[in-house]
């Protein structure tokens, strides 16, 4: 059956969703660093999360519930493609819904629920660490599927979803690794939490904006 042109145009407009979804998972990490510094706020901070207490917090609560809602909205080719994006979209809210501790040496009730800081801070944690493994799951085994025979695009495509796949998972087990065990030692002079999670959305920005076909696009999409 040929594709119509309303068909083309509705191809087209979900490759720019994805498009933008992956700029914005690129971009997020550099705005809110260099967003807050111009308040004088410290370049950096522990964590991205930490910027929800600086001046850019409507920009950062704004583009994750962007990038949730649209997961949640995304449709995909099969059951399980939907199961994904709707849970790490929902796992995304959850990020946003519950921020991370203020660190400032009492407790503080934070987010819409004004749940204590000490404990909102976990269920934070929480929801990051499988918003990121949902992630990486959709970018290794489902953006990686095709039928028939893959064109050299698709293969090419393939070895960049795994490999930001990959990196999302490294950085996950790296950061529990620090949370647990690392916390009080030099590494923590390095922002560990705050590099890994951005190596992470860059990376799930990357796997997007190459899903959107930005880069190694197929000889038949438009």
Known sequence: MKSTSTDTNLIISYL?????????????????????????EPVLLGS???????????????????????LIS??????????????SGGFLLGVVAFPTSMFSGTVVRVGIFLIP???????????????????AFNSMYLFTRHGGH??????????????CGVVMVSSVVCMVIYIAFLTDTF?????????????????????WLVKGHTLFRDKNIG
């Open 16 to 40: 720019a969703m994805r498009r933008m979804i992956g700029m914005l998972g690129i971009g997020l990490p550099f705005v809110v660093i260099l967003g807050s510094s111009i308040h004088g």
């Open 48 to 70: 991205l999360s930490s910027y929800y207490y600086t001046n850019v917090r409507d920009f950062f609560v704004g583009v994750l519930c962007g990038v949730a809602l649209f």
């Open 74 to 87: 995304y449709k995909g080719y099969e059951t399980i493609d939907n199961i994904i994006t709707k849970a």
């Open 117 to 135: 800081d000490n404990v909102s801070q976990y269920l934070h944690l929480t929801f990051s660490i499988l918003f990121l493994l949902l992630l």
């Open 150 to 163: 893959p064109s050299r695009e698709k293969k090419i495509r393939n070895i960049v979803y795994r490999v």
């Open 187 to 207: 590494v923590s002079n390095f922002y560990p939490v705050l590099m890994l999670e951005s190596i992470a959305l860059i990376s799930f920005g990357v796997s």
